[in-house]
């Protein structure tokens, strides 16, 4: 455990920081979660507002840091990939 008061300073930011990444990280597994569980059911009007707040999300964590920028890329593409299939092959 931290000895100096500086150190336990910075281990209760890491600590709160540590929570909040985890959180957001869940949330954002959730939504994409939601998108591919919305497109599986057949159900694409949900699926593009899913889709949309999928991507806000995974964003966001991008620009705090819980994600890498590459990854949420990476993973709005698929996303978007997915949808357009599925509407495509609804036609």
Do not use: I, W, Y
Not at 22 to 35: L, W
Not at 39 to 54: I, M, N, P, S, V
Request: net charge positive.
């Amino acid at each position: 455990m931290a000895q100096h008061k500086s150190a336990e300073k910075r281990a209760r930011q890491a600590e709160k920081r540590r929570e909040r990444n985890r959180a957001v990280r869940s949330r954002v597994r959730g939504s994409t979660r939601a998108v591919r569980s919305a497109l599986e059911g057949g159900d694409l009007a949900t699926a593009r507002k899913q889709l949309l707040e999928a991507e806000k999300l995974l964003r966001r964590a991008a620009s705090k840091g819980v994600l890498k920028k590459t990854t949420a890329s990476r993973t709005v593409s698929r996303l978007a990939k997915a949808v357009h299939r599925a509407s495509s092959a609804a036609k």
